[in-house]
């Protein structure tokens, strides 16, 4: 991973999409300075799914807002497809932990708004929306408006939608928090196989182990405030995975290991 | 559903009808003169009788607050977004907006009638004054308290300030919007009513003062029945367009201010 403080990309196996360089944050709480974010360093390759997993409070989101563009970092650079992008908006597409979508549209609706946002044509963008709401098994809702869905369908067509946006990075924050044990394990499952069918470059936050883990090809576990990268783990389990991987020793030995790290910077309060 | 109406109904719809009893009653026991206090029987017959004269005044001041409201939702809403896009202009008007709204109309209609003449236009300015002052409120509240968590969504995938505001902040105003309707057409008719007082051939507050200045307390009585049934008209009419409006506008969310997710 050093080759990402210097100069990145190129120098092998696939291109980089996504990259955090020393990135620095800072707010004024109270008249007093808060140190959020300490020189974080950490990328996403093409097709890789990468995890950044910390302790509440670690920062997580203020990460997603530099790398969104909507604030900017009081030092470092934010890079997507080997441009320097700091506090510019447009780049990457998101699915938030609330579903956040639009309650006076329809699930069609609200994809292909998404969809128009990143300028992709109406009619093509109608067109994606019905062909992949199909294929993922949501045809059905297609016309329904989201207070008529589960909190587990609403996350679903919010993938989607981050899913058929034509951006670099997908930034997945905490996308299963809000759920219920059983339907976080069910969305966990149908994640997994959307994304190995997909391959888009994505960075996801969360603080389940089990979760990080699960999904991704790397982790970063962050420190806690100001929050620094403690250690970037590869996660050895092949591709296609499923949630089996929960009863491998080795899983529960590179879940104890995380934890370890966690725990390492003081309390984690979860 | 239906028979749960009907029993809310009743106990305000009984004791209307024992008002108008006791009312009777009273000025027949008592022989309470005409002029001094007509009773219902005598007013309805009036009604009946000068329909066609009521209805002369009324129709004219119906059009007045009709354009009133029409002119001053229409100058609420370019108020409330100009207000919403540029807040420093909001921050320097909005205390004057606020000051003019506290200038009782007593005192300001004359002064729009030596300005203006005793035609159409102070009226006209009057009604718009106090047309767009709930509107354009309401509206900006609605744009601005747009869902917090949709706000960020857009900001993170990027969506122009513009994107912004006609795919959230718009849709997410117009409970608001229609909140302030239904208030501005509350106050909107018995607006006219005081720009008719203040110089007018025609309509109802006209008609008022007339009476009024003659004694005739039976007419004085007709006119507020008929200024109250118009402005919960008007009032009704507001409540069927805001129905309909967020149906259309919005459908799958009427219940939903200012745009939570469900």
Known sequence: ?270 | MGGNRWRRALPPAAALAVTLLAWQAACVLFRIDPWLLPDPWRLVRYMADEASLLWWHLEYTLGLALRGMLLGSAAGVLCAVLFHALPAVRAALSPLIVMSQNVPLIALGPLLMVWFGFGLLPKMILLVLVCFFPVAWSMLAGLQHAEPKLREYLAMIGASRRQTFWRLELPASLPYFFSGLKLTAAYSFSTAVVAEWLGSGRGIGYFLVLQSRGYKTTGVFAAILCIVACSLLLYGLAAGVERIGLRRLRPGAERVKGGGAA
């Open chain 1, 1 to 270: 991973m050093s080759g990402l403080q210097g100069s990145p990309g190129g120098s092998g196996g696939t291109p980089w999409k996504l990259e955090v360089v020393s990135v620095s944050k800072r707010y004024m709480r109270d008249g007093k300075p808060l140190h959020v974010l300490d020189r974080i360093s950490l990328g996403v390759r093409e097709g890789e799914f990468v995890s950044v997993v910390g302790p509440s409070g670690s920062g997580k989101s203020t990460l997603f807002r530099l790398i969104g563009g909507v604030e900017r970092p009081d030092a470092g650079s934010i890079r997507i497809a080997g441009r320097d992008v700091t506090g510019q908006r447009g780049h990457i597409s998101y699915m938030p932990q609330q579903p956040a979508l639009f309650p006076w549209l329809t699930v069609r609706q609200n994809i292909v708004s998404a969809l128009t946002i990143a300028r992709v044509e109406r009619k093509r963008a109608v067109r994606l929306a019905e062909e992949w709401l199909e294929r993922v098994g949501l045809g059905d809702v297609a016309g329904a408006y989201p207070h008529e869905l589960s909190g587990g369908m609403q996350q679903r067509v919010s993938f989607l939608r981050a899913l058929l946006m034509p951006r670099d990075v997908m930034c997945l924050d905490e996308p299963f928090a809000a759920l219920d044990a059983l339907t976080r394990t069910r969305m966990q499952a149908w994640l997994l196989m959307q994304w190995e069918a997909s391959r888009r470059s994505v960075l996801l936050v969360t603080h389940s182990i089990e979760e990080a883990v699960l999904l991704s090809d790397r982790i970063y576990v962050l420190g806690k405030s100001p929050a620094t990268v403690r250690r970037e783990i590869r996660v050895p389990f092949p591709r296609p995975r499923s949630q089996d991987i929960w009863t491998d020793p080795a899983f529960t030995r590179l879940r104890a290991d995380i934890l370890a790290l966690l725990e390492g910077n003081g309390e984690h309060d979860d």
